[in-house]
């Protein structure tokens, strides 16, 4: 069975430094996994994925992650904070079977201060 | 510009009242999906259907209904046989094995 935790449900950093969004998954077959951005009041965007292909996935607005797969893990990186990258982020794992089966982290609230 | 459109972005109703909400994609995907999003929860399935006229449901999806009439459109109506109906709703579209893209939600509050 596939699972995803997300280690932190709320991190603060200050404008500037680095940006750290821990996600362990739990997959019986190699996954897919993606990270979702969400604005107060919007739905989710996309930031990036992983198929399979590069273990470390750019995204936009100059997020990363790299895929590790004897740690089971999906972090989510940013190199320097930016004021309008408060939010909260979804790590989301994809089972086989396409369409609908997506598991989705309780979140991770980032705020960044000035 | 292509996208999702959910309507309204609030709703207020009365406790027994069904209530539905909209969700259009002109994406052109064949996939829709409805979410529920409750504070510091990840988001659960509520329905989904891959073409039209056909639909399955979810995780959580008792006190919900919903029809595919059209490769657009993807109605859910909240019944009164849910329990517990104020929450977020998302609505969501795809193609086959590509990522979910996702309208701004509508925000339910039954009183």
């Known amino acids: 069975a596939q699972s995803v935790t997300q280690l932190d449900s709320h991190v603060s950093v200050s404008e500037g430094t680095p940006v750290l969004l821990r996600c362990n998954y739990s997959?019986?077959?190699?996954?897919?996994l993606f990270w979702y951005v969400q604005h107060p009041n919007k739905g989710l965007q996309l930031l990036l994925k992983y198929t399979s292909a590069a273990t470390l996935v750019k995204g936009i607005n100059g997020f990363e992650a790299e895929f590790k797969k004897s740690e089971t893990s999906f972090h989510l990186t940013k190199p320097s904070a930016h004021m309008s990258d408060a939010a909260e982020y979804f790590c989301v794992v994809s089972a086989p079977g396409g369409y609908n089966k997506l598991i989705f982290g309780a979140g991770t609230r980032l705020a960044v201060h000035p | 510009d292509g996208g999702i459109t959910q309507s309204p972005k609030y709703l207020f109703r009365k406790e027994g009242q069904n209530v539905t909400l909209s969700c259009e994609q002109n994406l052109n995907h064949d996939a829709m999906y409805w979410y529920r999003q409750d504070p510091g929860q990840g988001l659960r399935l509520i329905y989904y259907?891959?073409?039209?006229?056909?639909?399955q449901k979810g995780d959580i999806a008792e006190g919900y209904s919903v029809s595919r009439e059209k490769k657009e459109s993807f109605p859910l109506t909240v019944t009164s046989a849910q329990k517990n109906p104020t929450a977020f709703y998302l609505c969501a579209s795809s193609m086959e094995f590509s990522p979910l893209h996702f309208g701004n939600g509508t925000r339910l509050t039954v009183t």
């Open positions: 259907s891959q073409i039209v006229n056909d639909f």
């Open positions: 997959s019986s077959y190699s996954p897919s």
